[in-house]
């Protein structure tokens, strides 16, 4: 299976702290893109980073990608009480017809 | 532009009913996608349609079908259903394989 695999599976920090999560996956990627998920809710995009790319930022979030070690980083930094979520990475590659594929999550809880 | 929507947003059913879920895509987006989530096996991936062609399947059994329309928008059915199906039921659209995948608020399936 291509499934990806967050690290750690829950987060718990105070308001204004950093909080990191990382992303493993399989096989050769296409494009990685990390979303968030509020309780019972559809999933928000954050971010979408390519094969070819090694590092992204959208506001207060900083995405890495190290194709060698099959690895991403999502960071978010300065956090607040509403970041309180879960995230999920998700991968698609052309051999699997840009299937997409989603990790296990990881549940962030902020603090306040 | 409007974000991707789903209906109806609640559903309950019972055992060995069948059920039909509809998703109307962002304007201009061909790709529909189709997930299941639930707590013990995460989110997973059902089918993928383009250009109301089924482009992708995930291991779902045949009770599972979907189709999409030439206006873009896509249904899925589950035929025969099982206290298993209980889950929340995921839409999701992109212009194309390189793109961003944009979310709807899903669709709560509860069996009985």
């Known amino acids: 299976s291509q499934q990806g695999e967050e690290d750690p599976q829950a987060l718990s920090i105070q308001e204004g702290e950093n909080a990191t999560m990382n992303c493993s996956y399989k096989t050769s990627i296409n494009n990685l893109q990390w979303y968030r998920q509020n309780s019972g809710r559809g999933l928000v995009h954050l971010i979408l980073?390519?094969?070819?790319?090694r590092e992204k930022h959208s506001g207060r979030l900083r995405v890495t990608l190290d194709t060698s070690k099959k690895s991403s980083s999502l960071l978010i930094t300065a956090s607040r009480a509403a970041d309180t979520a879960s995230y999920f990475c998700a991968t698609d590659a052309f051999n699997t017809g840009n299937q997409f594929y989603f990790g296990t999550g990881t549940s962030l809880t902020v603090i306040p | 532009k409007a974000g991707v929507t789903q209906t109806p947003r609640y559903l309950i059913k019972t055992r060995g009913q069948q059920v039909t879920l509809s998703c109307s895509p962002i304007s201009g987006h061909r790709s529909v996608s189709w997930y299941q989530q639930t707590p013990g096996q995460g989110l997973q991936f059902l089918f993928e349609y383009f250009s109301e062609t089924q482009r992708n399947k995930g291991n779902f059994p045949g009770r599972f079908s979907g189709r999409q329309f030439s206006n873009s928008r896509s249904e899925m059915n589950v035929s025969t259903l099982e206290l298993g199906d209980s889950a929340l039921y995921l839409c999701?659209?992109?212009?194309?394989?390189?793109?961003?995948?944009?979310f709807g608020p899903g669709t709560r399936l509860t069996v009985t």
């Open positions: 980073i390519r094969s070819n790319e």
């Open positions: 999701a659209s992109r212009q194309g394989a390189r793109y961003e995948q944009y």
